[in-house]
């Protein structure tokens, strides 16, 4: 990590749901918990919690240099909703296999 910059990973056991549409897309009871400089707090997700038949693969990937490239999964009416990092970087590697919402609810 850089000067400033902190990246910390946390197991939970607070159940985490995505929606969208009315329609659950994951839920978990084992949720990582990364918090970031600068960014809001994020569940991750580990993709056997996460509704996949539901998403398409998208073309967007995105580059974080601390966490690596970035790939989405979509809805037919919500683009890029879902990311994970296939292959992040040493320093995250707590995060692959897992996938992140935009929004979700802490139940």
Same mark, same amino acid.
């Given at each position: 990590?850089?000067?400033?910059?902190?990246?910390?990973?946390? /197991?939970?056991?607070r159940?985490?749901? =995505?929606?969208?549409?009315?329609?659950?897309? =994951?839920?978990?009871?084992? #949720?990582?918990?990364? /918090?970031?400089?600068?960014c #809001?707090? /994020?569940?991750?997700?580990? *993709?056997?919690?996460? /509704?996949? $038949?539901?998403?398409?693969?998208? !073309?967007?990937?995105?580059?974080?240099?601390?966490?690596?490239? =970035?790939?989405?999964?979509?809805?037919p $009416?919500? *683009?890029?909703?879902?990311w *994970?990092?296939?292959?992040?970087? #040493?320093?995250?590697a !707590?995060?692959?296999?897992?996938?992140?919402?935009?929004?979700?609810?802490?139940?």
């Amino acid at each position: 990590m850089t000067e400033g910059h902190t990246i910390t990973i946390e /197991r939970s056991t607070r159940r985490v749901r =995505a929606v969208h549409g009315g329609q659950v897309l =994951a839920e978990s009871e084992r #949720p990582l918990v990364l /918090r970031e400089t600068g960014c #809001p707090v /994020r569940y991750y997700l580990p *993709a056997e919690d996460v /509704r996949l $038949d539901l998403l398409t693969p998208s !073309d967007t990937h995105t580059y974080c240099p601390f966490k690596g490239t =970035a790939s989405y999964w979509s809805l037919p $009416d919500a *683009a890029d909703l879902v990311w *994970a990092y296939p292959d992040p970087k #040493p320093d995250v590697a !707590d995060i692959k296999e897992h996938l992140c919402f935009y929004e979700v609810e802490v139940l």
